[in-house]
Nanobody
Framework: QIQLVEYGGGPVQAGGSLNLSCAAS????????FGWFKQSPGKDREFVAVITVSGRVTEYSDSVKGRFTISKNNAENTVSLQMIAMKPEDTAVYYC????????????????WGQGTQVTVSS
């Protein structure tokens, strides 16, 4: 059974930092691109960051560029999202996603999704 499980969400003050992790199981980790998406109340789920199958290329939404860093560890089957200089507008449920196609993943068309983890940034 393929599972993506997110860890590391919680409350943080504006300007602070938080690290999210996603543990993947049941799939051949090195064959997948991974992404992070977020969903705020009343809004659609939106793209945050993606890392390609090779791990050599990353893409970010304009709102997090320079503040968030996505990485993957093929040895541990984990994907991380390091978040610094956080803002109240970063508050959302963050989802880990896996896809065989980076292009489709960028469009939110993932093959697998995690259950999400809540991040709350207070001002």
């Amino acid at each position: 059974q393929i599972q993506l499980v997110e860890y590391g969400g919680g409350p943080v003050q504006a300007g602070g930092s938080l690290n999210l992790s996603c543990a993947a199981s049941g799939l051949i980790f090195s064959n997948f691109a991974f992404g992070w998406f977020k969903q705020s109340p009343g809004k659609d789920r939106e793209f945050v960051a993606v890392i390609t199958v090779s791990g050599r290329v990353t893409e970010y939404s304009d709102s997090v560029k320079g503040r968030f860093t996505i990485s993957k560890n093929n040895a541990e089957n984990t994907v991380s999202l390091q978040m610094i200089a956080m803002k109240p507008e970063d508050t959302a449920v963050y989802y880990c996603a896996a896809g065989r196609s980076t292009g489709r993943l960028l469009l939110g068309e993932a093959d697998y999704w995690g259950q999400g983890t809540q991040v709350t940034v207070s001002s």
